[in-house]
């Protein structure tokens, strides 16, 4: 088989797979946040025909001669523009600018480790917003991945959120009107969340209690539940009354505290935030959106559906807030969220190796998501293009066929 033969051949199998990647474009155009593919093409390696050399006193030079064997694929790129605003449901959400959604089970946020931000990069980026509250409360998107970002955990004094500094997945909490004193069943009290992640307390005649829970792993006792410890962590809740606190508790008839039922939520297009309002019209933080950045966008890895991952060629993932509302948020202690607190490190790290949360003048834009950034024209051109090249190749095997066939007869 000649040369010019494996130079067609070679180029037919790159055609091919140019044509695969156009008709994933084309078959994509309308797929809510697809990012197009090109096929770029190089030479594949050459033989020497014959060397060159340098010119001496009597001759001159001569430049080397070189056969090429077809042609080959370089790169399948990724297009990462955004693509134009498609309107939706009042949840949907696009990213105006450069960012990601952070997305992932509601198991990861054990295995991220605020010390080590290669371990941001077991969440999945998505440029899809199409959000909904699950059924447990959490802010998911169509395919039920939740959506990671920082909880609101209580309010300061001039009632600023204040928010856990751990990325952990957004739900609704838990926040529900129940009785006082169970023997009236009249009286009615707010529980809200505490200065701390994982706190409740009861609010009655503006006297702050601790929901009855464990502490360290054992009961709460009554001067527990009186206020004097930080540290009350919810499982179940029991109605305490304000006027006998010291009382033993009924714990008969224990339930779970139920996850608030918000009406009108929205998400903030500058910060992010996350709000809605209560039955009582009381106005709710429940959190804010985190946005993930990467250094090289065209280097993410496209796993199924509207997801990438940030692995190798990619560099590093930084976790980011709109607006750079991290400057502006408190969490627990008086800290800022800009940087991670000194005391989530392990054993022998220093603090070079917190990780920062950055901020990004990107925002959002809710109502709809991000169409497809596939052009219809420029693909339908390519695919032009694309079958004339493998149409030529199929005629450099005709024209070779032929030739070779000249010399057989010859030969008889």
């Known amino acids: 088989m000649t040369g010019a033969m494996n130079a067609a051949i070679a180029g037919m199998k790159t055609h ?54 077809g042609s080959t694929i370089s790169t399948i790129d990724l297009n990462m523009t955004g693509g134009i605003f498609t309107p939706g449901k009042p949840l949907d959400t696009m990213i105006n ?46 395919a039920g991945n939740t959506v990671y970002g920082f909880l609101t955990v209580g309010t300061d004094v001039e009632g600023n959120p204040i928010v856990s500094d ?42 702050r209690y601790p929901v009855a829970a464990e502490v360290g792993g054992k009961p709460a006792t009554n001067e527990q539940l009186l206020g004097n410890v930080d540290h009350v962590r919810l499982d179940d809740y ?37 709000s809605g ?28 559906g509207p997801y990438f991952q940030c692995g190798d060629g990619a560099g590093d993932l930084q976790i980011t807030m709109l607006g750079s509302v991290n400057e502006k948020l408190k969490t627990p202690g008086n800290g800022k969220l800009d940087t991670v607190n000194s005391s989530m490190l392990g054993a022998g790290q220093t603090a070079s190796r917190k990780s920062q949360i950055g901020g990004t003048k990107t925002k959002l834009q809710t109502g709809g998501l991000e169409g497809s950034n596939a052009d219809l024209a420029v693909e339908i051109a390519e695919m032009i293009k694309t079958q004339r090249g493998y149409q030529a190749n199929t005629r450099i095997i005709t024209v070779t066929d032929t030739m070779l066939e000249e010399l057989v007869n010859i030969k008889r």
Do not use: C
């Open 238 to 274: 029991w109605p305490v009354d304000p006027q006998n606190p010291n009382a033993p508790i009924d714990k008969s008839g224990v339930n779970p505290l139920p996850y608030a039922s918000l009406s009108s939520i929205s998400i903030d297009e500058t910060s992010g935030r996350i």
């Open 97 to 142: 600018g450069d960012g990601y959604f952070l997305m992932g089970d509601k198991d990861l946020a054990g295995k991220i480790d605020a010390s080590d931000p290669n371990s941001f990069k077991a969440l999945s980026l998505s440029r899809v917003g199409n959000f909904k509250i699950d059924s447990d409360g959490y802010l998911t998107d169509g």
């Open 166 to 207: 751990q990325l952990v997945p957004i739900r609704m909490p838990r926040i529900e009107k129940v009785p006082v004193d169970p023997k009236d069943g009249k009286t009615e009290v707010t529980i809200k969340p505490g200065d701390k992640e994982g706190e409740q307390y009861i609010y009655a005649n503006k006297v």
């Open 277 to 304: 309002m209560l039955e009582n019209g009381e106005f709710v933080t429940v959190g804010f959106l985190a946005i993930g950045k990467v250094t090289n966008n065209e280097g993410l890895t496209h796993k199924e």
């Open 16 to 69: 091919m797979d140019k044509l695969n990647v156009i008709g994933n474009n084309v078959a994509n155009v309308n797929t809510v946040g697809y990012k197009a593919q090109r096929t770029v093409f190089q030479d594949s390696m050459y033989t020497m025909y014959s060397n060159g050399s340098n010119g001496t006193a009597v001759k001159g030079g001569k430049n080397p001669s070189q056969i090429g064997y």
